[in-house]
């Protein structure tokens, strides 16, 4: 809290920029900090996505074995499956796969999903409090620190945090999207900056699946600008290209890319 104070608190002295950027680097790892305090709830989306987790360093999309542990959860042609989009438990794979083959993974459940959440949610936290700031500076320069902070500290942001959620990762990934369309307004066209967007857009659905939505938003976005036909074509291009992986998982797991593991939810 100090350092966000001090930080928020310089943002319009122009006398000391380097000191002004250093605190206010230090405001949202601060909050990233307290964010990746260890997790206090063990429900059903946090033990949805690890058992997608560990099913798939087994080698299948299906969660029989640990279906008892979660209610989210989708039944189709007796097999039950996670609810949930694969792209968190795609992210998560680094780290545990790793650490569980060589016999590091912890014993203690809670301790499990606290460092699943460091690896995946908490650095999607640092990310997007950092690119929140910087393009808050690009609109108005010295409000980009408040505007972090307010993210990080007066918003639903804080709680999902903290959590083995997939919605911070998909924030990020979104308004990443949005960040490079912003850096590629008033400028040549660049086909593959522009593709780029649209793929962060589309690798987004992959965690939470309504962020489709966002893309169609975004996609106006890249649309409302000189050579507008050109860049809606780079956008959506690369926005389907980065809904491949997501289709191959629907495809193994269903037997087509289309079907969608909310399809099939048990209410």
Do not use: C
């Not at 016999?103 to 460092?115: E, Y």
């Not at 169609?216 to 809606?232: N, Y």
């Amino acid at each position: 809290l100090q350092a966000s104070s001090l930080a928020v608190a310089s943002a319009g002295d122009p006398i000391r920029p380097a000191r002004r950027r250093a605190l206010a680097v230090v405001a949202v790892l601060a909050l990233a900090a307290a964010m990746a305090w260890p997790v206090q709830d063990d429900g059903w989306t946090q033990s949805a996505h690890y058992a997608l987790v560990r099913s798939l360093a087994d080698g299948t999309p299906r969660i029989d074995e640990y279906v008892a542990e979660t209610g989210d959860v989708s039944y189709w042609e007796g097999h039950y499956y996670s609810v949930k989009g694969p792209g968190l438990a795609a992210a998560a794979l680094p780290l545990y796969v790793p650490l569980e083959r060589a016999g590091l993974w912890p014993a203690d459940r809670r301790v499990q999903l606290w460092l699943l959440t460091l690896w995946t949610t908490t650095l999607a936290v640092v990310g997007l409090l950092l690119l929140v700031r910087r393009v808050g500076e690009s609109f108005d320069p010295g409000t980009g620190t408040v505007a972090a902070v307010a993210l990080g500290a007066a918003t639903m942001m804080l709680p999902f945090a903290t959590l083995l959620f997939s919605h911070v990762a998909a924030a990020l990934l979104a308004f990443g999207s949005f960040a490079v369309l912003i850096g590629a307004r008033g400028s040549p066209l660049r086909v593959w900056t522009v593709a780029g967007a649209g793929a962060l857009a589309g690798a987004a659905v992959s965690f939470e699946y309504q962020t489709a939505l966002a893309g169609l938003v975004l996609a106006a976005f890249a649309a409302a600008a000189p050579r507008s036909v050109a860049r809606a074509a780079a956008f959506g291009g690369g926005f389907v290209a980065a809904l491949a992986p997501l289709a191959l998982y629907n495809a193994w797991a269903f037997g087509s890319p289309l079907h969608l593991s909310y399809a099939d939810a048990v209410v």
